[in-house]
């Protein structure tokens, strides 16, 4: 909580000098569509509901208690440039982190209660606030434009799950979780001609909530989030 409050105060002092800048500036507007490379980290998964014992996760990526795993996704996003400061409108798909473990026992034997095996898609849409620095940079001959921002929205994150509650169940289901995001992202454009550029970018992005179940019998498992360290890049069109 106290980073997005964080991220709402910026916003808000923020926008005011981009107001400013607007008055001053005929603006154009842009889109963009963007490929990303991503390392996730889910957090503080456990057993909920009657699902009851230690988590051990487990995938090709993880660490210990906790879950890493890379995925890919796609963004497209509307904006427009006042001048020194950019206002981006974005939706984001991205798929899959693998939400694997077993309750009770991390090998097979005595003591595992329950095994589950999840693919996590999540979707967001986000309002993200845009500095672009006052640099002469260059690459080649073509203009180099650094730029920062910040960004607060809402995310959607649809687990597809099969549990085996030894004993009790075998069941697949689909649950989805709504709740905020936000992000820092810093990145450079490199202008190609008067209407396309290629852009590079990095950004560290909160996806809120992440839960499996309740299914029938209660059985759930919860965690603390996930979030994520994106690398993207695309290109931009100035209209």
Known sequence: MRAFSFVIVT??????PALTVAEDSAGTAYTSIKLLGAYAQVKGI??????SGPIFPSNDESDGKDLEDLIGGITAAVGYDFGRYRLELEYGWRYRFDLNGNVGRADPGPGRTATFR???ESQTLLLSLLWDF???????GYRL????GIGVGVVKNKTDTNLFNFGISKERDTNTEKSTAWLLTAGSTVKLNERWSADIAYRYIDL???HIGP???GAEVSTSGMRSHDLTFGLIYRF
């Not at 456990?46 to 699902?51: I, K, P, Q, V």
Request: without cysteine; proline residues 3%; charged residues 15%.
């Open 46 to 51: 456990e057993a909920a509901g009657s699902l």
């Open 134 to 140: 006052e640099t002469d940079y260059s690459l080649l």
């Open 208 to 210: 809120g909530d992440v």
């Open 215 to 217: 299914q029938s019998g």
């Open 145 to 148: 434009q650094p730029w920062a």
């Open 118 to 120: 999840s693919e996590v």
């Open 11 to 16: 916003l808000t002092i923020l926008s005011w």
